[in-house]
């Protein structure tokens, strides 16, 4: 069994002046291919290496991009994390399924609901079989909800690693 992983997180809020940058992603989280292997613990990346090596599978790593909460992101800095993510998930095919963890309060300048275009554009390169589970911090939108991903909500207070295992038990379980 193939999953890939990734996750590309902030808590936007619009009411902030200016964007955020891809600088604010190189100062905070920005890891590519095996780093995520070696994943900072207490982060759902590294709850879900965790629990699919624990599981026997290949984990599959894509990009993993986390900032610190700040304004929406600019639409150029949003696009070339989507586009990378999405280009390593492509080259990486087939996978059994993708495993994202992203943030409800994610925006782009232009874009209120980042999640669901990020997940948008990951379904461009997949088979329609193959499920994206999606681990997301706040409420799922209607449109996030049509992208047919699979949305698992975190707990208040949960712990974002044993979130991340929770996740990916379901991944597997269901595979």
Known sequence: MRIA????????????????????????????DTALLTAAPGT????????LRQADATVVPLLAAEAAEGPPLMRESFHV?????????????PVDAVLLATDAALRVEDEADAA??????????????????????????????DTGAIIVSAQEHEDRAAFGRRVARRVISGI
């Open 44 to 51: 759902e990346i590294a709850g879900f290496v965790a629990e």
């Open 116 to 145: 669901a275009e990020l997940i948008e554009r990951a379904r461009l390169v997949l088979s329609a079989r193959t499920p994206i589970v999606v681990a997301l911090h706040g409420a799922a939108t209607a449109r996030l909800a």
């Open 81 to 93: 994390l989507a586009v990378e993510l999405v280009h390593r998930l492509a080259a990486r095919l």
């Open 5 to 32: 992983i990734g996750s590309l997180s902030q808590r936007s809020d619009p009411a902030r002046a200016g964007v955020t940058t891809l600088d604010a992603f190189l100062a905070g989280r920005l890891d590519r």
